[in-house]
């Protein structure tokens, strides 16, 4: 038979409970709005006299109280490791879009004074000279308007230079973020496996460890594993980076200029086996556009700057200038960034088949390449139109990759997530616990008041 002592202890384990669940919900009202949070629920269990029976015992049948047994953090490692996933490929589209508009717009075009209008009016004044041979005036506006390709070509080449430059600058931030991430990570690992080993609650060091693992997956496709023992390890493209409270360190090594990028590729690489780092993520696109994109279009820009170097100078050099001039070469420089105009004296532009006269064929023949197929106009246009359709191709897969991560971000939110009018049910179920729990001990202390006080004391 219990104990009349024994309801105060059944009362005070409820007051315990109660308690408990009131500062874990008021722990989760307060970060409601913070990052990374995630809530928390108290489990609870009733508590017997005895969990085994013996031979001669006695028991009324009635627990003997509640007992919290654990505060659990509510995160689906399923949801958390498809978020991972899909954030990290968010952000190498997102980073992808990115420098194919910052190329786009390096370019210019279509506009007025992009580099395809500025060819057009090249060969409208190559037109302009065979219309008017004997005029100087025309041959200084070719000089002008030709001078003016040139630099345009090389700004698009310093501009395309520029940007793998900054993205290079931009590498060496990455690393040292990522380098220093990890070491946080591994910083908690170590924290969480002494506090598991002490039974000490670890639901906000896991929150914050989450938040670390979620960057390096947007930096480069990170993905984590949890160890029995607590700790998370931290892998990059099947490599461990994070391993308990062990951390490698990655390094950003290759050229220093787009020019050399052919001969000394740049790539992010292990720092302790110098092989090279499959990294997805923000990182892994920055490094698809230095060993790619960038790249390829400066070979291609290039090559549209020797096709107008070597079919205008094949037909200049056969032609004779109004000085008697001839064999001369109208444009210098091999690529578009260090393509000139060699000609800067009217007198020296070519302009007839034979010398000594102004029959003007050179100037027509010349002015025909900007119609030609195979001529530099109808390849830029080629380019341009491959790097639109590149560009629009990834923003559209971007769009659609934000859409997927907003709903797996959805999802883990409604899992994790703080929910206010949920949490002030709770709060008002375990108040309304409290104050009953507390009513049954008063009611206790009184009968326990009535039985020693009072009883024994009629008929004195």
Do not use: C
Not at 31 to 36: K, M, R, S
Not at 272 to 292: C, E, L, R, S
Request: zero cysteines; charged letters at 20%.
């Amino acid at each position: 038979m219990a104990s009349s002592f024994g309801g105060i202890n059944t009362a005070l384990s409820s007051l315990y409970a109660q308690r408990r669940g009131l500062d874990v919900t008021g722990q989760n009202i307060a970060n409601a709005n913070t990052e990374g949070y995630t809530r928390q629920r108290v489990n609870m269990t009733s508590q017997v006299g005895s969990m085994s029976a013996a031979m001669y015992a006695r028991t009324d049948g009635v627990g003997t109280g509640v007992a919290v047994t654990d505060v659990q953090r509510m995160r689906d490692e399923y949801l958390e490791n498809r978020g991972r996933a899909e954030h990290a490929t968010d952000s190498y589209l997102k980073s992808q879009s990115a420098a194919y508009v910052a190329i786009e717009d390096s370019l210019g075009e279509p506009g007025d004074t992009a580099l395809a209008t500025q060819l057009r009016d090249m060969w409208g004044s190559w037109s302009d000279v065979a219309n008017n041979p004997q005029l100087a005036a025309p041959r200084s506006a070719l000089i002008q308007q030709s001078a003016t390709v040139a630099d345009r070509l090389n700004a698009s080449h310093e501009a395309l230079a520029q940007q793998w430059k900054v993205n290079g600058n931009q590498m060496d931030a990455y690393v040292d973020e990522i380098n220093g991430t990890a070491r946080s990570i591994a910083k908690l690992n170590d924290s969480i496996v002494k506090a598991n080993a002490s039974g000490l609650t670890v639901s906000e060091l896991e929150d914050q460890r989450d938040v670390l693992a979620m960057r390096l997956s947007e930096l480069t496709g990170a993905g984590a594993a949890k160890r029995e023992n607590g700790s998370m390890d931290v892998f990059i493209g099947g490599q461990n980076l994070v391993t308990g409270t062990t951390v490698r360190d990655v390094e950003f090594v290759g050229a220093k200029r787009l020019e050399d990028q052919g001969s000394d590729p740049v790539q992010l690489q292990w720092t302790d086996i110098k092989k090279p780092v499959q990294a997805g993520g923000t990182v892994g696109a920055a490094i698809d556009v230095m060993t790619t994109v960038i790249p390829d279009l400066a070979a291609d820009l290039d090559s549209v700057a020797k096709n107008l170097i070597d079919t205008v100078n094949a037909t200049h050099r056969t032609g004779y200038s109004t000085d008697g001039s001839t064999g001369l070469d109208f444009f210098g420089g091999t690529t578009a960034g260090d393509i000139k105009v060699l000609v800067t004296d009217p007198d020296k532009v070519a302009i007839s088949a034979t010398a000594g006269t102004l029959d003007n064929s050179i100037a027509d023949k010349i002015a025909d390449i900007g119609d030609a197929p195979g001529g530099p106009d109808r390849q830029y246009q080629g380019i341009i139109g491959k790097l639109g359709v590149d560009s629009q191709g990834s923003a559209r897969r971007a769009e659609i990759q934000s859409v997927v991560t907003e709903q797996v971000d959805s999802a883990r939110e409604g899992e994790s997530g703080v929910n206010l009018d949920e949490e002030m049910t709770n709060l008002l179920t375990y108040q309304r616990g409290y104050e009953a729990a507390s009513r049954v001990l008063t009611t206790i202390d009184s009968m326990l008041d009535q039985l020693i006080n009072r009883t024994g004391l009629v008929g004195r």
